[in-house]
C-alpha cells in the first residue's frame, strides 16, 4: 500500500494565532513536525495540506506542500481534499503541533490500514489530571481492538470504585487517553467526510464519533507514548527545554 502522512495546518488559531511558524529552537513548528514524520518507515511522502501562503513558503523545501480550500471547517475535510487528488491507498492525518512525535507511533497507524478501514492509537492514562481533564479524550475498546467509544468524560465509569480516590480507580480499570493520530484508506475517508455531522460528533465536539455512529470501524492500537503538543505560546519554552535536555543527553 502506498501511504501517505498529511500535517492539516492553518496560520488562524483562538489561542495561539501563528503557531505552525512559530520558532522552536531556530525552526518553524511545522518544520519540526515535518521532520520528526519522515523519521516514519511506512509513509511513501510527507505533505502539509493549507490554505495559508506563508505555511506554504516556510516548508515548500523541506516537503511537499498542497494548497487547499480556506473554507474548510477541519483538518480531516482538509486532508481529504489532498488525498483525493494525488495517487495514494491511504494517508495518516498527523498534528502539526506535536514537534517530537514518536514515528513508530506513526508507523504503527499507518501499518494497521493493511486490515482495517480507519485507524488510531492510545496510551494508558496514568495521572489524575489527564483523567479528569476534558481536554483529554478517552476511548474504550472491544477485545479486538476497536473502539467502542469516544469521550470528554472519563469512561468508563467504575461503579463499585466511584467513591475510592482516582489514583484507586487508575489501579482497577486499564483507561485510556486518545492520541490525535488518524489512519484511513482512502475510500473510507472520502466516506467519512461526505457524511453530516452526527449527534454525538456535535454534543462531544469529537469527530471520531461520526465514523463509529455510521457504523465505521476505528482500529485502536495501543502504544507507549506522551504526546507533547504545543497549544499555547508558553509550550514553546518547555518543548524547547526537552531538545535541549535531549542535546544534551546524547
Do not use: W
Not at 479486538?144 to 467509544?149: D, E, F, M, P, Y
Amino acid at each position: 500500500m502506498k501511504i501517505v502522512g498529511i500535517i492539516p495546518a492553518r496560520y488562524a488559531s483562538s489561542r495561539f494565532p501563528g503557531k505552525p511558524l512559530a520558532p522552536i529552537a531556530g525552526k518553524p513548528l511545522i518544520q519540526r513536525v515535518v521532520e520528526q514524520c519522515q523519521l516514519a518507515s511506512t509513509l511513501s511522502e510527507m505533505i502539509v495540506a493549507t490554505d495559508d501562503q506563508r505555511i506554504f513558503d516556510a516548508v515548500r523545501d523541506h516537503c511537499r506542500v498542497e494548497m487547499t480550500d480556506s473554507r474548510h471547517p477541519n483538518g480531516t475535510d482538509r486532508i481529504a481534499e489532498v488525498a483525493a487528488r494525488i495517487p495514494c491507498d491511504g494517508a495518516v492525518n498527523i498534528q502539526g503541533d506535536e514537534p517530537m512525535i514518536d514515528p513508530l507511533v506513526i508507523d504503527t497507524v499507518a501499518q494497521g490500514l493493511s486490515k482495517a478501514g480507519m485507524t488510531t492509537a492510545a496510551t494508558p492514562i496514568s495521572t489524575s489530571e489527564d483523567y479528569a481533564d476534558p481536554n483529554v479524550t478517552k476511548v474504550v475498546v472491544s477485545h479486538s481492538g476497536h473502539a467502542l467509544l469516544f469521550s470528554r468524560r472519563t469512561i468508563p465509569y467504575l461503579r463499585e470504585a466511584a467513591r475510592e480516590s482516582v489514583d484507586h480507580q487508575l489501579r482497577q480499570f486499564p483507561f485510556l487517553k486518545h492520541l490525535g493520530i488518524y489512519g484511513y484508506r482512502c475510500e473510507t475517508l472520502q466516506r467519512l467526510v461526505n457524511l453530516p455531522v452526527s449527534p454525538l460528533e456535535k454534543a462531544e465536539c469529537l469527530e471520531q464519533l461520526r465514523a463509529l455512529e455510521n457504523d465505521i470501524a476505528i482500529q485502536v492500537f495501543q502504544v507507549n507514548y506522551e504526546s507533547i503538543g504545543v497549544d499555547i505560546p508558553e509550550d514553546v519554552a518547555k518543548v524547547e527545554s526537552i531538545l535541549n535536555y535531549q542535546r544534551s543527553s546524547v
